[in-house]
């Protein structure tokens, strides 16, 4: 049975925001449902009682004082904009 | 073994250490070594392709500086800048203020960072020079650097096969004496695989010894910036520089940093050396193996005892990356929309419609790949299937490590299953891409140190990989046995023919 459909697929590219063709959404169908039946191996393991890990270290939330730093000027966070205006990154129109 | 070239000093085959101490004594310049280096990359590097940006004019300046410093009567050989004159090549995933960052992909085919990455703060101030900016996977997703916006790298050692990856780029520049050593990143095998396709030495340290600040997020947990280095001894300097807490990267690690050079001696009488079964598999590369066991033979003659061990869950280390790794990635990479860097398409009747259409021209194929893939695990009523589970059996993967090292000091296996494969063998097919990296994969899902170095050719002259995996924030015992089996051995000395 199919892991994935190209309907699923279609709605997963839009939650990604990324347009695929119709090619690339059958190459990807396959693709995916060849990957995903691979994982299903991990089916075999029982982890009823096992923690999930996110992450290796053991590190708590790291806190700063709240001081005011030099942080980066506004000329150079808008120097690799595509497109800007003034102090602003421009959009196409959002609100009609 | 191939002599360098002879109408000059063959300085681009130097080693760090080695560089440092003619540099200091005077016996070379600095401007002399990067000339070198320049002439070696006007004879290869139309073959290897292993650089995105070449960095020519500030590294001469940049050298003339550096011999000014090195020639002036106030100067002493204790001078505290390791790097002072010498020139290193940097993982085009890694942000210098200034130089163009592509991470080989289209969608940052222009992007110019406006700040340092801590790891080239810290070389800087070392005193390196900058050469250039190293081919990659698109986004350091790959084995093979085959993912590049910009063309393959192709392996020094085989022009028709692929360097590895996804620090391709670095490890053939290493390789083919185009630097004189490289950073990368490994997020599951990515600096181990490439520097074992390449036989040169590559080092991915403990998950949070080295800073993060500056390198292009792949996947969070896995990401570490490590060395591509000619000997065990360069990876070593160059840990010392690079390595140590960051307050920029809050989950770099707040634990002293020893100076790995000293644990470069060459006693390791009575280290307890694990070889794990689930290593040595049926399907691997027979001559990959007799390297294998060969190296292990050498390492207990230099007194090591070799200890058989299991870490039972190594077949679902894969499986557990792929899942993981894509979910990290498909959020981190939600970044890449069209407003504030990076490519936009031009023709747009709305923002959805500019976010979906600049993802669709500005990714290539791998990365929207693993994007789908990390999106559906990731997505409502499949988490807990996917997501989740890949969580908790990456705690048994984490175990079987913390396990096996109660009895043993440090672990040795094969870094690739097979040498380098041909460029284009693998494209068509993800998932026989993905197993490659089936013996690096496991360590990043756990977060210890481990090396990869030369120990062996096959019979068409490819080079083999040992891989040498030791406890969290021990690389000084990894980098000892390296070290040791390194000075016993001749095969990080030959050279590629080129």
Same mark, same amino acid.
């Given at each position: 049975?199919?892991?994935?459909?190209?309907?699923?697929?279609?709605?997963?590219?839009?939650?990604?925001?990324?347009?695929?063709?119709?090619?690339?959404?059958?190459?990807?169908?396959?693709?995916?449902?060849?990957?995903?039946?691979?994982?299903?191996?991990?089916?075999?393991?029982?982890?009823?009682?096992?923690?999930?890990?996110?992450?290796?270290?053991?590190?708590?939330?790291?806190?700063?004082?709240?001081?005011?730093?030099?942080?980066?000027?506004?000329?150079?966070?808008?120097?690799?904009?595509?497109?800007?205006?003034?102090?602003?990154?421009?959009?196409?129109?959002?609100?009609? | 073994?191939?002599?360098?070239?002879?109408?000059?000093?063959?300085?681009?085959?130097?080693?760090?250490?080695?560089?440092?101490?003619?540099?200091?004594?005077?016996?070379?310049?600095?401007?002399?070594?990067?000339?070198?280096?320049? %002439?070696?990359? !006007?004879?290869?590097?139309?073959?290897?392709?292993?650089?995105?940006?070449?960095?020519?004019?500030?590294?001469?300046?940049? %050298?003339?500086?550096?011999?000014?410093?090195?020639?002036?009567?106030?100067?002493?050989?204790?001078?505290?800048?390791?790097?002072?004159?010498?020139?290193?090549?940097?993982?085009?995933?890694?942000?210098?203020?200034?130089?163009?960052?592509?991470?080989?992909?289209?969608?940052? &085919?222009?992007?110019?960072? #406006?700040?340092?990455?801590?790891?080239?703060?810290?070389?800087?101030?070392?005193?390196?020079?900058?050469?250039?900016?190293?081919?990659?996977? &698109?986004?350091?997703?790959?084995?093979?650097?085959?993912?590049?916006?910009?063309?393959?790298?192709?392996?020094?050692?085989?022009?028709?096969?692929?360097?590895?990856?996804?620090? +391709? +780029?670095?490890?053939?520049?290493?390789?083919?004496?185009?630097?004189?050593?490289?950073?990368?990143?490994?997020?599951?095998?990515?600096?181990?695989?490439?520097?074992?396709?390449?036989?040169?030495?590559?080092?991915? #340290?403990?998950?949070?010894?080295?800073?993060?600040?500056?390198?292009?997020?792949?996947?969070?947990?896995?990401?570490?910036?490590?060395?591509?280095?000619?000997?065990?001894?360069?990876? /070593?300097?160059?840990?010392?520089?690079?390595?140590?807490?960051?307050?920029?990267?809050?989950?770099?690690?707040?634990?002293?940093?020893?100076?790995?050079?000293?644990?470069?001696? *060459?006693?390791?009488?009575?280290?307890?050396?694990?070889?794990?079964?689930? $290593?040595?598999?049926?399907?691997?590369?027979?001559?990959?193996?007799?390297?294998?066991?060969?190296?292990?033979?050498?390492?207990?003659?230099?007194?090591? *005892?070799?200890?058989?061990?299991?870490?039972?869950?190594?077949?679902?280390?894969?499986?557990?990356? $792929?899942?993981?790794?894509? %979910?990290?990635?498909?959020?981190?990479?939600?970044?890449?929309?069209?407003?504030? $860097?990076?490519?936009?398409? &031009?023709?747009?009747?709305?923002?959805?419609?500019?976010?979906?259409?600049?993802?669709?021209?500005?990714?290539?194929?791998?990365?929207?790949?693993?994007?789908?893939?990390?999106? $559906?695990?990731?997505?409502?009523?499949?988490?807990?299937?996917?997501?989740?589970?890949?969580?908790?059996?990456?705690?048994?993967?984490?175990? !079987?490590? &913390?396990?096996?090292? *109660? +009895?043993?000091?440090?672990?040795?296996?094969?870094?690739?299953?097979?040498?380098?494969?041909?460029?284009?063998?693998?494209?068509?097919?993800?998932?026989?891409?993905?197993?490659?990296?089936?013996?690096?994969?496991?360590?990043?899902?756990? +977060?210890?140190?481990?090396?990869?170095?030369?120990?062996?050719?096959?019979?068409?002259?490819?080079?083999?990989?040992?891989?040498?995996?030791?406890?969290?924030?021990?690389?000084?015992?990894?980098?000892?046995?390296?070290? /040791?089996?390194?000075?016993?051995?001749?095969?990080? *000395?030959?050279?590629?023919?080129?």
């Amino acid at each position: 049975m199919a892991k994935i459909t190209k309907k699923e697929v279609e709605h997963v590219s839009r939650l990604a925001r990324l347009e695929l063709s119709d090619e690339e959404k059958e190459t990807f169908t396959k693709q995916l449902n060849n990957i995903l039946t691979y994982v299903e191996k991990l089916n075999e393991l029982d982890t009823k009682d096992v923690e999930p890990t996110s992450h290796v270290l053991q590190i708590q939330n790291i806190f700063k004082e709240d001081e005011i730093r030099e942080s980066l000027p506004r000329e150079r966070a808008l120097s690799n904009a595509p497109d800007r205006t003034d102090e602003f990154y421009r959009v196409p129109k959002i609100i009609e | 073994m191939k002599k360098t070239g002879s109408s000059d000093k063959g300085l681009h085959t130097l080693t760090i250490h080695h560089a440092s101490e003619l540099l200091k004594s005077r016996k070379i310049s600095s401007r002399e070594l990067i000339e070198s280096i320049f %002439s070696r990359i !006007d004879k290869t590097e139309k073959k290897i392709k292993a650089y995105v940006t070449i960095t020519s004019d500030e590294a001469i300046k940049t %050298s003339e500086e550096a011999d000014r410093i090195l020639h002036d009567s106030r100067f002493t050989i204790h001078d505290s800048r390791l790097l002072l004159g010498i020139p290193l090549a940097i993982k085009d995933n890694i942000c210098i203020d200034g130089i163009r960052a592509t991470c080989s992909s289209k969608i940052l &085919e222009n992007f110019i960072p #406006p700040y340092d990455s801590t790891v080239t703060k810290r070389l800087k101030d070392a005193g390196y020079i900058l050469l250039g900016k190293t081919n990659m996977d &698109e986004f350091a997703m790959g084995s093979s650097t085959e993912n590049s916006a910009f063309g393959h790298t192709r392996n020094p050692w085989d022009l028709d096969r692929i360097p590895g990856g996804s620090s +391709g +780029g670095s490890a053939a520049a290493v390789a083919s004496d185009e630097c004189i050593a490289a950073l990368g990143s490994d997020t599951g095998g990515s600096i181990r695989q490439p520097a074992a396709c390449c036989g040169v030495v590559g080092l991915k #340290p403990t998950y949070g010894r080295v800073s993060r600040y500056g390198l292009v997020a792949f996947a969070s947990s896995l990401d570490q910036i490590g060395t591509i280095t000619k000997d065990v001894e360069d990876s /070593a300097i160059l840990m010392n520089i690079i390595g140590g807490h960051d307050p920029l990267d809050s989950t770099s690690a707040d634990i002293p940093l020893p100076d790995f050079r000293k644990a470069l001696n *060459k006693d390791i009488k009575g280290l307890r050396v694990g070889i794990p079964e689930e $290593y040595f598999i049926e399907g691997m590369d027979k001559e990959v193996e007799q390297a294998i066991r060969e190296a292990i033979k050498v390492i207990e003659g230099l007194g090591a *005892k070799a200890v058989k061990i299991s870490l039972p869950h190594t077949g679902y280390a894969v499986a557990t990356y $792929y899942i993981l790794a894509t %979910s990290e990635a498909s959020s981190n990479l939600a970044r890449y929309d069209g407003v504030k $860097y990076g490519f936009r398409t &031009e023709k747009n009747n709305d923002l959805l419609d500019m976010y979906m259409k600049t993802r669709n021209q500005g990714f290539g194929n791998e990365v929207k790949r693993r994007i789908m893939l990390g999106t $559906y695990a990731l997505s409502s009523g499949y988490y807990e299937a996917y997501y989740r589970k890949a969580q908790q059996v990456r705690t048994l993967i984490k175990k !079987d490590f &913390e396990d096996a090292f *109660k +009895g043993i000091d440090v672990i040795v296996t094969p870094t690739s299953p097979t040498p380098a494969f041909r460029i284009g063998e693998k494209v068509e097919d993800p998932l026989q891409m993905y197993l490659s990296d089936i013996f690096t994969i496991s360590v990043n899902l756990a +977060g210890v140190p481990a090396i990869s170095i030369p120990c062996g050719f096959s019979s068409i002259n490819l080079p083999i990989g040992l891989q040498l995996i030791g406890r969290h924030f021990d690389e000084e015992t990894i980098l000892k046995v390296a070290y /040791a089996y390194e000075q016993s051995t001749e095969w990080h *000395k030959r050279k590629p023919d080129l």
